[in-house]
Nanobody, 124 residues
Framework: QLQLVESGGGLVQPGGSLRLSCTAS????????IGWFRQAPGKEREGVSC????????NYGDSVRGRFTISKDNAENTVYLQMDSLKPEDTAVYYC?????????????????WGQGTQVTVSS
């Protein structure tokens, strides 16, 4: 059964960095994407970044473009989200999720398998 587990969250000062990991029990066959999403208290869930199964397609939300970098390690069944120049407004629970059938990843498509989330807090 496909399961996703996030790790790497924590408390960091503004301007600092964190790297989140999303490890899949198995990677899907065929075309698929893995995305990172976040939700802060009282706010709607926001798409952060996604990467296609072959790693050739990536996409970023406007609020994180240029600061966050997504990557994929096939040998480890893991997708990473490197977060640099963190701001207090990046504070949220971060979730990874996967969706089948994508050659080019999209943050607006419905994702069907989700992890449990990891808390990121940016504060001095």
């Amino acid at each position: 059964q496909l399961q996703l587990v996030e790790s790497g969250g924590g408390l960091v000062q503004p301007g600092g960095s964190l790297r989140l990991s999303c490890t899949a029990s198995i990677f899907r066959s065929g075309y698929y994407s893995i995305g990172w999403f976040r939700q802060a208290p009282g706010k709607e869930r926001e798409g952060v970044s996604c990467i296609s199964g072959n790693g050739r397609s990536t996409n970023y939300g406007d609020s994180v473009r240029g600061r966050f970098t997504i990557s994929k390690d096939n040998a480890e069944n893991t997708v990473y989200l490197q977060m640099d120049s963190l701001k207090p407004e990046d504070t949220a629970v971060y979730y990874c999720a996967t969706t089948p059938g994508q050659i080019v990843c999209s943050l607006t498509r419905a994702y069907d398998v989700w992890g449990q989330g990891t808390q990121v807090t940016v504060s001095s």
